[in-house]
């Protein structure tokens, strides 16, 4: 197999949200890649906050699986999945994602909306707040956006305001055992991966990496639709690595996004694996990420976002996920945010959010 070249993105600090260079800066990495990075510094995460998320993860996933067998995921898709129970790309995974997950939905004040196990129920407030600090972020990212688009900047922010309605965002915890776990004993390079490919349903995701613990890939922008690119953790020069208080978060536009611009914004495929690196490797190490998938208020219609840039697009090939909200039919109602998520997640599970 031939050595994978990694994929360089842009590093954006959004400390200054309302900036219009800033924006530009976003949205052309957005129409791009449909990938970049925030810089640790410019977001509202402390590395205790990132750190202390990363523990309560990990001691939900080391606790006895009959306690997390009381928090198994119901078709509101919250909950917890266990190894091989999803199946991100079924056309061509022989076995279920060698992953678990933890997902949790909207809180309400400050309470969860679905059960929680018993080594997590002690810490719902730190959940909460922590899901709120990711929607924060959020709230910096889709008005750097907007400003990039030219629209008003509270365009997708008044939009996202969970305060407003019902939201499909979710705040997850993944753990994806090393390759030398037992539950990755059937694991063949080649014939199998930690999780499919797959594109994210909903506006923008965050996703949080520890160093050391690589497997992200994403399916390479100017490729031939078939040659993956590595995200490293760590984006830059090595020796320049101290100056994030933590790995930069990872930021991809989602299905929706990508739908509700018709196609400028891109919602690249990506998936996680175990890097030729981390097989070989003496003292290989599981790999624990926390994501927050940033979904609108369930009512929110999607018509096309009143851009220019929007209006004057003209892409090639599929537009996100089962069209462009441009190319509505006459006298159609516009799909919901509500509607959107349920097409895609009964398309991958079966199941949907009622
Ligand atoms: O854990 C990762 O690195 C990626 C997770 C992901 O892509 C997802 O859950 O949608
Ligand atoms: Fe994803």
Same mark, same amino acid.
């Given at each position: 197999?031939?050595?994978?070249?990694?994929?360089?993105?842009?590093?954006?600090?959004?400390?200054?949200?309302?900036?219009?260079?800033?924006?530009?800066?976003?949205? #052309?990495?957005?129409?791009?890649?449909?990938?970049?990075?925030?810089?640790?510094? &410019?977001?509202?995460?402390?590395?205790?906050?990132?750190?202390?998320?990363?523990?309560?993860?990990?001691?939900?996933?080391?606790?006895?699986?009959?306690?997390?067998?009381?928090?198994?995921?119901?078709?509101?898709?919250? &909950?917890?999945?266990?190894?091989?129970?999803?199946?991100? #790309? +079924?056309?061509?995974?022989?076995?279920?994602?060698?992953?678990?997950?933890?997902?949790?939905? /909207?809180?309400?004040?400050?309470?969860?909306?679905?059960?929680?196990?018993?080594?997590?129920?002690?810490?719902?407030?730190?959940?909460?707040?922590?899901?709120?600090?990711?929607?924060?972020?959020?709230?910096?990212?889709?008005?750097?956006? *907007? @400003?990039?688009?030219?629209?008003?900047?509270?365009?997708?922010?008044?939009?996202?305001?969970?305060?407003?309605?019902?939201?499909?965002?979710?705040?997850?915890?993944?753990?994806? +055992?090393?390759?030398?776990?037992?539950?990755?004993?059937?694991?063949?390079? /080649?014939?199998?991966? !930690? $999780?499919?490919?797959?594109?994210?349903?909903?506006?923008?995701? %965050? %996703?949080?990496? !520890?160093?050391?613990?690589?497997?992200?890939?994403?399916?390479?922008?100017?490729? /031939?639709?078939?040659?993956?690119?590595?995200?490293?953790?760590?984006?830059?020069?090595?020796?320049? *690595? &101290?100056?994030?208080?933590?790995?930069?978060?990872?930021?991809?536009?989602? #299905?929706?996004?990508?739908?509700?611009?018709?196609?400028?914004?891109?919602?690249?495929?990506? !998936?996680?694996?175990? +890097?030729? *690196?981390?097989?070989?490797?003496?003292?290989?190490?599981?790999?624990?990420?926390?994501?927050?998938?940033?979904?609108?208020? /369930?009512?929110?219609?999607?018509? +096309?976002?009143?851009?220019? *840039?929007?209006?004057?697009?003209?892409?090639?090939? $599929?537009?996100?996920?089962?069209?462009?909200?441009?190319?509505?039919? $006459?006298?159609?109602?516009? @799909?919901?945010?509500?509607?959107?998520?349920?097409?895609?997640?009964?398309?991958?599970?079966?199941?949907?959010?009622?």
């Amino acid at each position: 197999m031939s050595d994978l070249v990694p994929i360089e993105l842009p590093v954006i600090d959004i400390s200054n949200p309302h900036d219009p260079a800033v924006g530009k800066a976003m949205l #052309d990495a957005a129409a791009k890649y449909g990938f970049l990075y925030v810089n640790s510094k &410019g977001t509202d995460f402390t590395a205790e906050d990132v750190n202390h998320a990363f523990s309560l993860s990990e001691k939900f996933f080391a606790s006895p699986k009959a306690e997390k067998e009381t928090c198994r995921i119901t078709p509101n898709n919250r &909950g917890w999945s266990g190894m091989h129970t999803e199946t991100l #790309d +079924p056309e061509h995974q022989r076995t279920g994602d060698f992953k678990e997950a933890m997902n949790f939905g /909207d809180f309400k004040d400050g309470q969860a909306q679905q059960p929680l196990p018993p080594s997590l129920k002690p810490h719902e407030s730190e959940i909460n707040s922590f899901a709120s600090l990711c929607n924060k972020t959020c709230t910096r990212i889709l008005t750097l956006l *907007a @400003l990039g688009l030219e629209i008003p900047p509270d365009f997708f922010t008044s939009r996202h305001d969970p305060s407003v309605g019902p939201t499909g965002s979710i705040l997850r915890y993944l753990w994806y +055992p090393s390759i030398f776990s037992s539950e990755t004993a059937s694991y063949a390079h /080649d014939k199998d991966v !930690r $999780a499919g490919a797959h594109s994210d349903y909903g506006s923008i995701t %965050l %996703l949080f990496q !520890r160093p050391g613990q690589p497997g992200l890939e994403i399916l390479a922008p100017d490729g /031939d639709g078939e040659t993956w690119a590595p995200v490293p953790i760590i984006p830059g020069p090595v020796e320049e *690595a &101290g100056k994030y208080p933590f790995p930069p978060i990872l930021v991809n536009i989602g #299905d929706l996004l990508s739908y509700w611009t018709d196609g400028l914004l891109k919602s690249t495929v990506h !998936r996680v694996v175990f +890097p030729l *690196a981390e097989q070989r490797s003496p003292n290989p190490k599981d790999r624990y990420t926390l994501v927050y998938f940033c979904h609108p208020v /369930d009512s929110t219609e999607l018509v +096309p976002v009143p851009s220019e *840039a929007v209006k004057g697009y003209r892409g090639s090939g $599929a537009v996100g996920f089962g069209g462009g909200a441009g190319s509505l039919e $006459a006298g159609k109602r516009p @799909l919901t945010a509500a509607e959107h998520l349920e097409s895609r997640l009964a398309a991958t599970y079966g199941f949907t959010k009622k």
